[in-house]
């Protein structure tokens, strides 16, 4: 139980496009997902949460206008990497908590390796 | 304010030997502490976690964890060690004063050799 995917798997795109990666919680309702960029043998960075039917909550650092995030259903969320350049390339990974406990554990999509030519 | 170290970038051990990956934390409440595993090109996989009760605490694929509040440490642990546990390990913590966020540590690359 507790499945996430994250989808695509890999993107290379030209500079300038625009990417969207979906998140789905598969056979349960996620009230709140997290977006992750992680750079190569480093740690995890969170980039924002996501709350479903509400606005995203940013890190500090994290451009809102970049980072399209939307979270519209219980099962979905997107992340939307807006005019990327090759600077945006970078692994992003997707997390779900099941319910509103705290201290339930993040479940995680395989990730999104995302290439800007 | 809070934070999660985990003072191995590398650990080597040889199959069928015990391995420990180091962490040890600092927050300002009580911590709520969290293990994950990540494989090349995947998401993490949570193996275990700490949130009050026994110290030791067992998880998935034969890992256990002790949480020691003297030393503020939570290393993972393994009796014997698998090739096919070579991986990247994450330890990360909340506190209950801080509660909105986990806080990650920088990875610890362990390898198992055969």
């Known amino acids: 139980g507790a499945v996430v995917s994250q989808h695509p798997s890999r993107v290379i795109c030209k500079s300038g496009t625009s990417v969207k990666i979906e998140c789905r919680s598969l056979d349960f309702q996620a009230t709140t997902m997290f977006w992750y960029r992680q750079f190569p043998k480093q740690s995890l960075m969170l980039m924002a949460t996501?709350?479903?039917?509400?606005?995203?909550?940013?890190e500090q650092g994290v451009e809102k206008d970049k980072f399209l995030i939307n979270h519209a259903s219980l099962t979905l969320s997107t992340l939307t990497v807006t005019s990327a350049h090759p600077e945006d390339s970078s692994f992003y990974i997707c997390?779900?908590?099941?319910?509103?406990?705290?201290?339930?554990?993040?479940?995680f999509g395989d990730g999104t390796r995302l290439s800007i030519l | 304010a809070q934070s999660v170290a985990q003072p191995e970038d590398q650990v080597n051990v040889a199959e069928g030997n015990p391995l420990t990956v180091k962490c040890t934390y600092s927050?300002?409440?009580?911590?709520?502490l969290f293990w994950y595993v990540q494989y090349p090109n995947r998401g993490l996989q949570f193996l275990l976690k700490y949130i009050t009760g026994d110290n030791l605490v067992k998880g998935s694929y034969g890992f256990e964890a002790e949480f020691n509040k003297s030393q503020t440490s939570f290393h993972l642990k393994k009796p014997s060690a698998l090739v096919s546990d070579s991986a990247l390990y994450f330890c990360a913590v909340r506190d209950d004063m801080n509660n909105r966020k986990l806080i990650w540590g920088l990875g610890t690359s362990l390898a198992v050799n055969p």
């Open positions: 927050v300002s409440g009580n911590p709520y």
């Open positions: 997390s779900a908590r099941v319910g509103t406990d705290l201290n339930q554990p993040q479940h």
């Open positions: 996501s709350n479903e039917g509400s606005k995203a909550t940013y």
